[in-house]
């Protein structure tokens, strides 16, 4: 019911984008999303009365002056018409017009609150191809799964260090380019809980497409769990698997991936102190489960071919490294 | 042309034949031929790796591509159609019927003419001989910095993609100078601007908008040359290089670019409009002045690629104000086709057909284009599937449908003899059909919150099923090209019947033989209107007695 | 008359010049380009060496050098205008040796050291810039001296000279850019 209370404004929209399944503006979650919908369906609607217009007098046009079977007589030779070139060429700048307004008033109303309203600052950061969440006010670090509490302010910069990636969570925003050497900014907000699906959208290389992102919007309480529990330190390893394992990680681990929720440093790879807090892994594209951890420290070219992360480890090893790592919660 | 000036035509007319003579060919008619078959093969090329593409796509976490490979083939694909397939088959046309429809014998250089035609199909070939070593290039047709840098971009193909793009500039540069020096300099007595064909004056357009714009990607290729060979830095940040300059230099030529693909199509479609409509075209000199207002403003709307690139608001309106503005004279255009059909004798043959697919299909990608400069819903649709909808409507709806326009118009001028009409309709309502099954889901998945660029994608997202129904659509196209091929070597088959004037046309063109003699004309024609050949068939209605 | 040759052109303006200019319009966006690169980068990139006055005492003397050398071209296009052949040969003689020198001295500008392509964004714009300047003054020169061998085996008259005033546009265009860069590179 809910979902439909908030197509309704959206007739076209729910048509074409199957409004409730799909990652779509359309189906919006927050204020932003949902002032670029309705300008969306207002553009839509304007451009579809000029196409229907056009479309008819032509279809109008071609079935009335076709040219009969016998007809040998010349038509009327036309030259052109002032007035009516001049019709045609002020409707479409007066139409410009009426865009430019529809622009500008949209920009205003999806602009960034000031710095006063914040409620969460927050640090993007593109990696080929993951993502980095930095809470720089909460020091905890997070990765391709990002939480944020309804209706919370959230004030994000983004940076890259490699590539341009875009950061892009459709029901909540439009797209921020990621770019190097530029640290652009953004702002979020989500007026409903729910997963949200997002994704990469500047083409950064060959995983680009294994580049997406989940966007948790939790109540405040459950937030504020959430926070909690990033923000403990990692947990001692008890049995012999799990010391063995947490060797491994500190040694063939640690150059790229930090155990330290409020690590300072970007590293290569995502921070795994809490890692089975999360639910997906890998750009947000498998399931975190044994299994796929398993497959994953088995050899990870085939689940992402040519990302950075290449390792040769014993069956032993991976043994002892998932023991250590199911600990992570 | 009288009895005495033909024998001395036919003996100085040399004796050609033989592979060779293509070879060291000068004539402007046999290169804009070889443009036009050259341009055909990367047709299908670029087609079969369209079919790639949507093979991978039908289905989600399909796995018949690599990422890789799919990297490359869609970067090949869009590469190979923007380049290797408008662009000269625009140039092929205007090579063959510029200088006829002028009334000249040839264009001003022939042999810089030759040049550039090998020098575009060597650039042509050396790009896809990447394929062969090691890597074609993976970066996208418009290989954002700093990816293409060596360290993220290792093999070679992008090596291969810069060089390319420089020696496919260097040929349209070559080119297009080589057009406007023709089109000022040797038009025939009488036939001054004001009386041009549409076509004509659309390719001096075109050939401004070349010889302004390709400059820049020239620098922007060069500087990246120097980065990933000399080891400069100008796109790398770590050492004081820009991300973003490489987009700027890029879409200042790329913009223009667009216009570029576009304008002769809109030229073929001016000049067949009003053909088949029995007509003059309505209101030559607004649709003309449209075409150099276009020209203009395509150099100032460049940022509307970058609207998410994190520009100030200001920077951005200004982009967006302009580009609402680029769809006005469009719009001239648009509705001075209409009222040229207006209380005609439409004739529905096959150029006809295409022409009119071409108003239909535009004008959807043209409204397109003005929903992506509306920043805020750029931001939601830029690189996704939007865009890819947008860009197929005007370059497949609006550039291609023109051009096979011209080929179906033109063809009997070229070789004598018509293209089957049953056949052409057959391949036009399939392609028709094919292409918007294609490409007007690609509306839905882009408001879906599908990316382009993305070689797999996970189900449940409502994406599957047009993605499905677009592979279907693919392959109806794919059908509507072999059709084509068929009727193009069955009528090449017949017997030539060397119509002058098949269409009852109203241009220089038709006022020689067909195929045209090498020295095109015997007698240079002069020229009193914007319809010549209509002036003497109604010496009673001329135009001259209206324009004078 | 014979009849395949073309028709006259129905302006007045030659068609090698047409050309020339055509050609000349879009090298200048070629370089504004690079210009709107360089200044983009120069605020970024750390300058790798102070522009001294010592450094420049190079590039002002080539833009005298320069200087001097257009003189010689326009003097070398008065002269055939009034069919001069000799004075012709002699100027363009002198305008080709001023340009070598600016070569020397462009060459010696770069392998004095201190400063490489790959010296930040900025020591790649630097030399890149210079560089093409420095291709085009080469093509100027060969144009020049294909003109000056031609002046030998007398091709040019009073009538018949397009070639010359060519050349010379193209040399006064290669000086024009160097003055612009030499005003971006050395003096802002
Ligand atoms: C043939 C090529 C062609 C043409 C003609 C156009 C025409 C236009 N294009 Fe398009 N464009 C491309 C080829 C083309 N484009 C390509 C290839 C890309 C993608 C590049 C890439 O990223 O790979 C692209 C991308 C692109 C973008 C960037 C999208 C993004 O990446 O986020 C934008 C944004 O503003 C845009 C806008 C426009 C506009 C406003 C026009 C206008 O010229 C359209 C004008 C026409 C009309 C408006 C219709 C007719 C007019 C009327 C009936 C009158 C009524 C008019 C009004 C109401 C104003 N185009
Ligand atoms: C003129 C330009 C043009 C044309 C005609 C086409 C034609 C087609 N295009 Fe393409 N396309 C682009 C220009 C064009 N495209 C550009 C610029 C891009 C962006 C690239 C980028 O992002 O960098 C793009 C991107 C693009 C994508 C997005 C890829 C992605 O983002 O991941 C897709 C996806 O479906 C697609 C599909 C198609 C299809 C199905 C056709 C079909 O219409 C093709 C029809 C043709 C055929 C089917 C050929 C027929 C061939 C045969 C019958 C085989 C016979 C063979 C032999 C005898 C050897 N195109
Ligand atoms: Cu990161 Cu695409
Ligand atoms: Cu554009």
């Not at chain 1, 196409?51 to 008819?56: C, P, S």
């Not at chain 1, 969570?169 to 007026?191: C, E, F, I």
């Not at chain 2, 207002?293 to 690629?305: D, K, P, S, Y």
């Amino acid at each position: 019911m809910r979902i439909l209370h908030k197509c309704a404004p959206f007739a076209l929209g729910i048509i074409l984008s199957g409004c409730g399944t799909s990652p779509s503006f359309l189906n919006p979650a927050s204020s932003i999303a949902e002032h670029e919908a309705k300008l969306y369906n207002n553009i839509l609607i304007m451009a579809l009365v000029v196409f229907v217009f056009v479309e008819i007098c032509l279809i109008w046009v071609l079935i009335r002056d076709r040219k009969l079977k016998g007809d040998d007589t010349l038509p009327q030779q036309i030259y052109g018409n002032t007035k009516l070139e001049i019709t045609w060429t002020a409707i479409p700048v007066l139409v410009a017009v009426v865009l430019f307004a529809m622009t500008v008033q949209t920009m205003k109303s999806v602009a960034a609150p000031a710095a006063s309203a914040t409620d969460i600052n927050l640090h993007v950061i593109g990696h080929r191809w993951w993502w980095e969440f930095d809470y720089t006010d909460l020091r905890i670090k997070t990765a391709n799964e990002l939480h944020i509490p309804v209706g919370a302010t959230v004030q994000i910069t983004l940076d890259s260090v490699d590539v341009i990636h875009s950061f892009w969570v459709p029901q909540l925003s439009g797209k921020t380019d990621v770019v190097p050497g530029q640290t652009n900014r953004m702002w979020l907000t989500a007026d409903q809980t729910g997963n949200f699906f997002g994704q990469c959208a500047e083409f950064c290389g060959t995983e680009h497409a294994m580049m997406r992102i989940n966007v948790v919007v939790d109540s405040q309480d459950r937030f504020d769990a959430w926070v909690a529990n990033q923000q403990k330190p990692v947990p001692q390893p008890q049995t012999e698997d799990e010391q063995a394992g947490y060797k491994l990680v500190s040694t063939l681990c640690a150059s790229c991936h930090s155990l330290n929720p409020g690590e300072t440093e970007t590293k290569v790879g995502p921070n795994i102190a809490h890692l089975f807090s999360r639910s997906t892994f890998a750009g947000a594209t498998y399931d975190l489960n044994e299994e796929n951890l398993r497959s994953w420290l088995h050899d990870t070219q085939p689940m992402k071919p040519e990302n950075d992360m290449n390792l040769k480890l014993t069956p032993q090893e991976i043994d002892e490294l998932v023991a250590y790592l199911l600990l992570l919660k | 042309m009288t009895a005495q000036t033909d024998i001395v035509v036919k003996r100085r007319a040399p004796v050609v034949g033989g592979l060779i003579s293509w070879l060291l060919t000068v004539d402007h008619k046999r290169i804009g031929i070889l443009y036009l078959l050259s341009a055909s093969l990367f047709f299908l090329v670029g087609g079969l790796e369209a079919l790639l593409i949507r093979i991978q796509l039908a289905r989600p976490e399909n796995t018949f591509l690599s990422p890789d490979t799919y990297n490359q083939v869609f970067t090949m694909h869009g590469t190979t159609m923007i380049f290797l397939v408008v662009m000269p088959l625009a140039a092929g046309f205007g090579n063959y019927m510029v200088p006829l429809m002028i009334g000249a014998r040839d264009m001003a250089f022939p042999k810089l003419n030759a040049l550039s035609f090998w020098t575009f199909l060597f650039g042509g070939l050396f790009m896809y001989s990447s394929f062969v070593f090691g890597g074609a290039p993976n970066f996208g047709w418009f290989s954002y910095a700093p990816g293409t840098e060596k360290l993220y971009s290792p093999t070679h193909g992008m090596d291969f993609w810069i060089l390319g793009i420089l020696m496919l500039g260097l040929a349209t540069t070559i080119g297009s100078l080589n057009f406007i020096v023709t089109i000022i300099q040797l038009r025939a007595p009488g036939l001054s601007l004001t009386r041009l064909p549409l076509f004509v004056w659309t390719m001096t357009v075109t050939s401004f908008l070349a010889v302004f714009s390709l400059p820049s990607l020239t620098t922007a290729v060069l500087l990246l040359f120097l980065d990933r060979q000399l080891g400069a830095h100008f796109y790398n940040v770590v050492q004081g290089g820009s991300a973003l300059l490489w987009q700027h230099l890029f879409w200042f030529f790329g913009h223009p670019e667009v216009y570029i693909l576009i304008l002769p199509a809109m030229g073929i479609v001016s000049e067949v409009i009003p053909v088949f409509s029995g007509k003059p075209l309505f209101g030559y000199p607004a649709v003309v002045f449209s075409a150099i207002a276009i020209g203009f403003l395509g150099f100032t709307v460049w940022a509307h690629h970058m609207f998410a690139t994190g520009m100030p608001s200001t920077t951005l309106l200004f982009f967006a104000a302009d580009s609402f503005l680029i769809g006005v004279p469009t719009g001239v255009k648009i509705f001075a086709w209409l009222a040229t059909m207006w209380k005609g004798k439409l004739r529905f043959a096959t150029p006809m057909l295409f022409a009119i697919g071409f108003v239909a299909m535009f004008l959807i990608g043209g409204l397109d284009g003005i929903h992506l400069a509306v920043v805020p819903v750029d931001w939601q649709l830029t690189d996704t599937y939007y865009v890819v909808s947008h860009l197929h409507y005007v370059l497949f709806g609006g550039a291609l449908f023109g051009i096979f326009s011209g080929v179906y118009y033109w063809f009997p001028k070229m070789t004598g003899r018509r293209l089957q009409e049953g056949l052409g309709k057959w391949h036009f309502w399939l392609m028709f059909i094919g292409m918007n099954l294609v490409f007007m889901p690609m509306h839905i998945l882009g408001l879906q919150g599908m990316p382009r660029r993305i070689y797999t994608y996970g189900a449940g997202r409502g994406w599957e099923v047009w993605n499905f129904v677009e592979t279907i659509g693919a392959f109806i196209i794919a059908t509507s090209i072999m059709i084509f091929i068929v009727n193009f070597f069955a009528s090449l088959r017949m017997a030539a019947t060397n119509e002058e004037d098949p269409w009852d046309g109203f241009t220089l063109e038709w006022k020689t033989a067909s195929p045209p003699p090498v020295y095109n004309f015997a007698e240079i024609p002069s020229v009193r209107s914007r319809r010549p050949l209509w002036d003497e068939k109604h010496p009673e209605l001329a135009d001259w007695r209206v324009e004078e | 008359m014979n009849i395949l040759m073309q028709p006259r052109s129905i302006n007045r303006l030659s068609t090698g010049s047409l050309a020339l200019f055509i050609i000349l319009a879009s090298e200048s966006i070629f370089f504004a380009t690079m210009l709107v690169a360089y200044i983009s980068l120069r605020d970024q990139a750390i300058l790798p060496v102070e522009h001294t006055l010592r450094r420049l005492i190079i590039p002002l003397a080539n833009t005298l050098i320069l200087f001097v050398s257009t003189f010689f071209a326009w003097r070398a296009t008065s002269s055939i205008r009034r069919g001069k052949t000799s004075t012709l040969k002699s100027y363009l003689l002198f305008t080709v040796l001023l340009g070598f020198i600016f070569i020397a001295g462009q060459i010696y500008e770069f392998s004095r050291g201190g400063m490489h392509i790959n010296d930040q964004s900025y020591g790649g714009i630097f030399f890149t810039l210079l560089g093409f300047h420095g291709l085009h003054v080469l093509a100027g020169l060969v144009f020049l001296i294909i003109n000056l061998l031609r002046a030998q085996l007398g091709d040019f008259s009073v009538t018949h000279h397009d070639a010359i005033v060519l050349g010379t546009w193209f040399w006064y265009y290669v000086v024009a850019v160097w003055l612009v860069l030499f005003g971006a590179l050395y003096l802002i």
